[in-house]
């Protein structure tokens, strides 16, 4: 149901990391879609809370 938005947002955040310097070869990302929900997607306010980016700082 929510997997394309996310893709495009990943997405849009790695092109950030990178225009700041970032090698784009140590940039990455994975759409969870509907796999990996934080909240209810019965509300709205858990469907916001699902809508969201994660990143890990993994090394130098």
């Known amino acids: 149901m ?3 938005f996310p893709i495009t947002k990943y997405k849009h955040t790695n092109y950030y990391f990178i225009s700041l310097g970032l090698d784009k070869n ?4 994975i759409g969870y879609g509907n796999e990996r929900p934080i909240d209810t997607n ?4 858990g469907r916001d809370k699902n809508r969201r980016v ?3 700082i993994i090394g130098k």
């Open 2 to 4: 929510y997997t394309q």
């Open 26 to 29: 140590r940039v990455s990302f």
């Open 42 to 45: 019965k509300t709205k306010s």
């Open 54 to 56: 994660e990143f890990k």
